[in-house]
């Protein structure tokens, strides 16, 4: 059975690192993915996806301009492939327009909601103008958090049958850390001995990049030995880098780009911090807990991503040098105890994937067969 996963591009954002979890845990004898995506670049994960069986179909960017040819575009595209019976839209903008021919085409139709929509202005009304149809066209709603749900599809949805929340799952062996991996880590970094601060996430505004820079220069007036790394990339890496070197930080900031081991590098932090304005769930908060770091993230992060009891949220409001006060605290108490992982307590929380790939081909499989499906 082959389902059509659709997407911007995949990158290793959220959404998509997401997908690939899932992917790679899914029994792909049972149930292959492939990929409608909207640019023609290679993404980051292309070629594990084609190594693992899964094939790409590539359409132009939704514009609104371009509604007529793009619409006409997935139709041909779903009129050639009737082996899709279920079509999982992950790209939330031009939904209404792929998952209604999708069902035109006589597939079952899953919107899901990876974000809530923190963009203000024009561009996020009109996002909102052309995803608002979805609500009258998917057959199923998915979302990685309760918040996440109701700010795409609303309260009517999320209340009723056919809403899920999926956890975004990780692979808890990648995340497995103790006291010597910690320290390997560490020494191949050339760390040993210092206080190491981690933050992963694309670099756009809405992470709060600005906020975490300022947090960090107030650490590093404390524990000036302390270093804080950077993994990912976005469109204000180099206003960031401009901003770190003002502040000071420009041999203290380790701006990594995209990380292709993110555990090895949770392994080798000593706290994880993510200020972000707002989150559809925060898988990377997710992951660095699994690993044991204690976690400090913002009251934009849903309650649903809290799986440790290293972790806590805090308002934006309360300040960088709160923040940092916390973020110092964590580190002192990690340099007094061994580090262990939490990944039985995310386990518990429901963010094991091959949890979530079990009952994801279960539904599936029943909405291909035409059966109830239900999560």
């Avoid at 981690?198 to 992470?207: A, D, E, N, Q, W």
């Amino acid at each position: 059975m082959r389902v059509l996963q659709v997407i911007g591009v995949m990158d290793r954002g959220g959404a998509e690192t997401m997908v690939m979890n899932l992917y790679r845990a899914m029994d792909r004898e049972r149930i292959q993915f492939d990929f409608l995506v909207h640019e023609q670049r290679e993404g980051d994960y292309d070629a594990e996806i084609e190594r693992l069986g899964g094939r790409f179909f590539r359409v132009p960017r939704f514009t609104g301009l371009n509604a007529g040819s793009y619409r006409r575009s997935v139709r041909a595209l779903f009129a050639e492939h009737p082996e899709w019976r279920v079509v999982h839209g992950h790209i939330g903008s031009c939904a209404p327009a792929y998952l209604s021919e999708a069902k035109r085409a006589g597939a079952f139709a899953i919107a899901h909601s990876h974000a809530q929509n923190y963009v203000r202005g024009l561009p996020g009304l009109a996002f909102n103008v052309a995803a608002h149809p979805v609500r009258r066209v998917a057959d199923y709603f998915m979302a990685c958090s309760r918040e996440a749900g109701l700010d795409r599809f609303g309260g009517a949805i999320v209340e009723g049958e056919r809403f899920a929340i999926v956890p975004n799952g990780i692979d808890m062996t990648r995340y497995a850390c103790d006291e010597a991996a910690h320290e390997q880590a560490k020494a191949e970094l050339g760390l040993s001995g210092r206080p190491v601060v981690c933050h992963t996430g694309r670099l756009i505004p809405v992470k709060n990049h600005e906020f975490l820079l300022q947090m960090f220069s107030q650490v590093k007036r404390k524990l000036p030995d302390a270093v804080l790394l950077c993994a990912g990339r976005g469109e204000l890496e180099e206003s960031l880098k401009a901003r770190a070197c003002e502040l000071g930080l420009e041999d203290a900031v380790r701006f990594l780009g995209v990380v292709d081991d993110v555990p090895r590098l949770l392994r080798a932090a000593d706290a994880f911090v993510f200020p972000s304005v707002n989150e559809g769930l925060a898988l990377s908060a997710v992951e660095a807990q699994a690993s044991g770091l204690p976690t400090i993230v913002s009251t934009g992060v849903p309650e649903l991503a809290v799986v440790s009891d290293r972790t806590i949220r805090m308002p934006l409001a309360d300040g960088a040098e709160a923040w940092a006060s916390a973020c110092v605290r964590m580190l002192a108490a990690a340099a007094r105890s061994a580090r262990s992982d939490a990944c039985e307590q995310a386990r518990a929380h429901g963010f094991d994937i091959a949890d979530t790939s079990m009952r994801l081909a279960a539904f599936y499989e029943a909405a291909a067969a035409g059966r109830r499906a239900q999560w």
